[in-house]
């Protein structure tokens, strides 16, 4: 076999764009994928046997610096009250060393690859990941957080995150890199309009937490309520603080703010009247504005019904994350799909694995190169087990089943699972 060459069959192959192949075969050179099809009984370098390959997942949302935090029961359902969680996390974050941040950045991007996860849209303080990232097979955007209603507060992080893109000396912030810097004003709640402004200077990709919770839109709306008092508390509020508007979504449109490409972490409480504002196409003809759903995340705060399927209906790209470890169980985009399919069997598989792959990858505008299997994309797979039984909808496979992905691939070379190149 020519080193600069592969070739993989599996029971089924899912190209995403396009319907699962049975016996399928993928043909690999130089990184790139060169042919998917079935297989027809030829002898590949690698029979992979009873598993799916399907695109490497795109984690739309993620702070691969954080730790666990333990779920609190605070509400008789047993739901979590995120206020009381923000505050543990501002606690946990406090007694953090940066050293301590850095090996779980390092920790997490292992688990990330075990879990078939090849693209990240990764969050942390002024670039605390962007090294580990960047010396690993992911491929996305690494943005620095920005935060802040005390204008000192804010000055800070602003010019942490500045000085490290400097730092970078990229010139050319074309989309051809595999890993580029954004920037995440961490939430109106949170970050003053300035810094959201400020943000929007830079021709980068932003992300941001928007309309998470319902005590988002009273702050914003009265500048009172229970975040208020949670600001107050941690010192973090400012007196003379002005939100950009009432809504969340001021902060996608005021200004230069509605050029930017936005990745938008959860986005729950947004009226629909407001997702004009998240239509590709319809604000500016080249932006990209995608929602990141973190189902796992999201169930764990007992909030309202995420408005998924009707954003999904109206057009809106609607993608998959896991969100951090603080709120989230694994770092693992398979598990979220197989989560919401147990919530919402009538979610379309195919849709499902759109949103876990090609969506993300529209998203950080690595469409071209990742998301789907397809000639001329990297070769970017997840490898998972399939359970010995026949299904009518081989979705189901992948979904009704707790078996693990077992492999990984980027850029045409294993980085998880037993297999090794030749
Ligand atoms: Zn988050």
Known sequence: MRSDSLTLTARYVFPVEGEP?????????????SRVGRSYGLRPDFDLGNVAIVPGFVNAHTHLDLTPIAPQADREDGTEDEVRWLRRVVECRRATMPDESRQAVAKNIRASLDAGTTAVADITPAGL???????????????????????MRGIQTNSDAWEWIASLGIEDDGPTRRLRPGLSPHAPYSTA?????????????????????????????????????????????????????????DYLRSGDLRKCDWL???????HSAEWWALRPG?????????????PR???????????????????????????GLASSPSLSVLDEMRFLHRADPSLSGSLLLTMATLFGAWALRIDDVAGSIAPRKRADFAIVALPDRDEADPYTLLLDSDLPVVGTMSDGQFVAGPWTNP
């Open 21 to 33: 192949i049975r016996n399928g075969w993928i043909s690999v050179i130089d990184g790139a994928i």
């Open 264 to 270: 938008i972490a959860h986005g729950t409480y947004l």
């Open 129 to 151: 990941s962007w090294n580990a990232i960047s010396d690993s097979p992911l491929r996305g955007i690494v943005y620095a957080e920005v935060l802040g209603l005390k204008r």
């Open 297 to 323: 995340t999201h169930a764990r705060f007992g909030q309202r019904k995420h408005p998924y399927r009707p954003m999904l209906a109206r057009g809106v790209i609607v993608c998959l994350g896991t969100d």
């Open 193 to 249: 309009g300035w810094l959201y402004r400020r943000a929007s200077t830079g021709k980068m990709p932003l992300s941001t937490h928007l309309a998470e919770m319902p005590e988002e839109r009273v702050l914003l709306e009265t500048r009172g309520g229970p975040l208020r008092d949670f600001l107050e508390e941690i010192g973090a509020w400012d007196d003379d603080w002005k939100p950009l508007g009432p809504s969340p979504s």
């Open 282 to 294: 319809l604000s500016e003809r080249d932006r990209r504005v995608a929602i990141a759903f973190c």
